[in-house]
């Protein structure tokens, strides 16, 4: 199943996928790990941790320390699906995740992405 291949990624490898996207884009990796950071209230030494570890996606977002309340005030179209609709939890953090990084790319504020 698709899902479960996106689960068992390792959030290692898809950082760097995520940092490059901003990157384009004229942003930083400063920037997208403090969107990672918000979302889910790792620390950047906690998620250096995480990301020299290479946890699996799933286990990245269901340990993840305190996820963002306002992450919910998120709303969009990522992937053709709409992420306030998304049913399956796990895929929805990743969505968000997701949709975050796609603000950035698009030269949204920080403050508008971190919902301030």
């Not at 799933?58 to 992937?79: D, S, Y």
Request: hydrophobic share 35%; with cysteine.
């Amino acid at each position: 199943m698709q899902k479960e291949k996106v689960y068992q990624m390792s959030v290692a490898k898809v950082h760097p996928l995520l940092v490059n996207k901003a990157v384009r884009k004229g942003r930083t990796k400063e920037d997208v790990d403090e969107i990672i950071r918000w979302l889910t209230g790792y620390s950047q030494q906690e998620l250096e941790h995480q990301l020299e570890q290479s946890v699996s996606y799933e286990a990245f977002f269901q340990n993840a320390p305190q996820m963002n309340e306002k992450r919910r005030e998120i709303k969009g179209v990522i992937c053709g699906i709409r992420v306030e609709e998304i049913q399956e939890p796990l895929m929805q953090e990743i969505r968000y995740l997701d949709k975050l990084i796609d603000e950035l790319a698009r030269g949204k504020a920080m403050d508008k992405i971190l919902r301030k």
